[in-house]
């Protein structure tokens, strides 16, 4: 069968993954959906309430797209970054899993994960963090991360991804080139990092370094100023980070996803419309922008007004747009509905849960002063 053949206007499309209200698709969603096309969108406690009805979600997103599978994410890490409702196996953060220093927990933890996402049409989870905990005072890591040193990142971080990838869930390293030695939340405000590049190379580096290797399918950028690798700029907007380091340096062809356009970060330093097209040159493939849908439109707008104007060339889209496909080919097309029945079977189902009781006996011996 012949591929559908993207227009210029669906490729832009393609670049944009977006948040919603409300806990179904109503018609108001219905069409912008079909108006914008966007490549995916990502899901927030505020859309799920059951099982059964992230079903409902999920088939009725897919069946707005029929020219191109969405890609329907979630941020599922565990422990406080945990998005779904109650009927799922939640397990505890990454952080224990680390001070268990058990590669195969990691990866089971993940399995299991991606196996529930795949049961609700979830293809894409917003994991592993690989940011290491390297400084205490930092606000917004913590106990995301797996460890406060980069081997323990690196071991259980790389599980984790293929925990997700080989269950054909899309895993997404995070957040490039590492949010763990900040003091500031990037939601709120814009960290900024002062360290060297030769502290960087040992602490914060080599977790994205060997994900690259390993082939994660996506990685998120941060909206962090590393004075060490870009003076002006943070990450997500950073040709030098993203085109010359990430791309040219490191060799990283899979997609690159920015973190949320809409954190304080970003928005009180730059507006929507500059941002997106300063994350599309700076190498960014997929532009997340998850609740405002005036912010949604305006970023469309302006990336299509680039790109009618040439300060994004049509070479510079269709890259883009090539390694989205690519994602898709290999985890998402052809798109398959889920139904409630087998959804059911599969989260919180009895193996999971034997699953989560082990490693919660792990976090009672490791927290029982015996063992510590």
């Known amino acids: 069968m012949e591929r559908y053949r993207l227009t210029s206007r669906e490729k832009i499309g393609q ?48 069946a707005c797209s029929p020219h191109s599978p969405l890609l329907i994410s979630i941020d599922q890490e565990g422990g406080r970054v945990s998005r779904l409702p109650k009927g799922f196996t939640i397990f505890p953060p990454c952080d224990l899993l680390g001070r268990c220093n058990s590669t195969e927990l990691a990866y089971a933890a993940a399995a299991t994960i991606a196996k529930e996402l795949r049961a609700v049409g979830v293809n894409m989870n917003m994991a592993p963090v690989l ?26 971080g790389l599980a984790t991804a ?56 996506s990685m998120m950028t941060a909206h962090v100023l590393y004075r060490a690798l870009d003076h002006e700029l943070p990450a997500t907007l950073s040709p030098t980070i993203i085109n010359d380091f990430l791309r040219q340096e490191l060799q990283y062809n899979g997609v690159v996803l920015t973190d949320d ?27 997340l922008i998850c609740k405002d849908r005036d912010r949604e439109v305006a970023a469309f707008g302006a990336v ?58 792990v976090r009672a011996r490791l927290s029982n002063p015996k063992y510590s």
């Open 15 to 62: 670049l944009f993954m977006v948040g919603f209200l409300g806990t179904s698709v109503t018609p108001d969603l219905t069409a912008f959906i079909k108006e914008y096309k966007p490549g995916g969108v990502i899901l927030f406690s505020r859309n799920l309430e059951s099982v059964e009805q992230m079903v409902d979600l999920t088939n009725n997103l897919q």
């Open 131 to 156: 940011d290491v905990n390297s400084n205490p005072d930092n606000p917004i890591i913590g106990d995301r991360a797996f460890g406060t040193t980069p081997d323990v990142v690196c071991e259980l």
């Open 162 to 217: 293929a925990g997700l990838q080989d269950n054909k869930v899309v895993a997404c390293g995070k957040h490039f080139p590492g949010h763990g030695d900040t003091n500031a939340d990037s939601h709120k405000e814009l960290p900024v990092v002062e360290a060297s590049r030769e502290r960087l190379e040992v602490i914060e580096l080599p977790p994205f370094r060997r994900a690259v290797k390993q082939g994660v399918a």
């Open 261 to 287: 356009l809409e954190m304080h970060a970003i928005i009180d330093h730059y507006g929507v419309e500059d941002t997106a097209v300063r994350a599309v040159l700076a190498g960014c493939d997929v532009l």
């Open 304 to 361: 299509e007004q680039a790109v009618a104007s040439g300060t994004i060339s049509i070479e510079r889209l269709d890259l883009s747009a090539a390694r989205i496909t690519r994602l898709k080919d290999r985890f998402v097309s052809p798109y398959k509905p889920v139904t409630v029945s087998e959804a059911k079977l599969v989260a919180g189902c009895r193996t999971h849960q034997a699953l989560l009781h082990t490693i919660e006996q």
